[in-house]
């Protein structure tokens, strides 16, 4: 069980691409804020929230987003997708890695930080985890959805929160007329 009020300085690390595929198992998605001010009403000091992601820069719905998401006081750091066209079955491919983004970013400013809150299941973090609890001696609480971790990235972390757990602080809650002006539809893929 994680003691909120003991893990000290918190950055909340998002990888966006690996969180929209929980999404469609989970049925709901997360209100960024309501993320935020979950973490300062459970006693940790917040002090950093990064957000990764690659975007189709077309789609005006992605822009508006992640404006909303800069208002919240989030950093991003926003690639454009790829598309790779597979010459055997004759279709294309979405290609949008982040991951070494955010383990430079995890790196650079750990100075800020006594605990990574992951956002992700995907299992190329567990070096970086391994390396920010080892010789770092940093604490890391991975959140994701149980069938989109990888068991290796549970293991290395300190702890490990399903999303749904979280589902009734941080769901997105698209009825509310107050929500609407907050945080608007993004994509799902």
């Not at 994680?2 to 049925?27: E, M, P």
């Not at 789609?59 to 750091?77: C, P, T």
Request: charged share 35%.
């Amino acid at each position: 069980m994680v003691r909120w009020k003991t893990l000290g300085k918190v950055a909340i690390f998002v990888d966006y691409a690996n969180i929209l595929h929980s999404y469609q198992d989970l049925g709901w998605r997360i209100d960024f804020l309501k993320l935020k001010e979950l973490v300062e009403n459970k006693g940790a000091k917040l002090t950093d929230c990064f957000f990764f992601d690659a975007v189709d820069r077309v789609r005006s719905n992605q822009v508006r987003f992640q404006q909303k998401l800069q208002s919240f006081g989030y950093q991003l750091s926003i690639k454009p997708l790829r598309f790779f066209f597979d010459p055997k079955t004759k279709t294309y491919s979405k290609k949008g890695d982040c991951d070494a983004d955010l383990a430079v970013d995890a790196i650079r400013f750990r100075k800020r930080y006594e605990t990574m809150f992951l956002f992700s299941g995907d299992g190329d973090y567990v070096k970086l985890v391994r390396y920010l609890r080892k010789d770092c001696k940093k604490k890391v609480v991975v959140f994701s959805q149980r069938d989109h971790v990888a068991r290796i990235l549970i293991e290395a972390a300190n702890f490990f929160i399903p999303l749904d757990k979280l589902k009734e602080e941080i769901e997105f809650k698209e009825k509310s007329p107050q929500n609407h002006k907050r945080l608007p539809k993004e994509p799902l893929g």
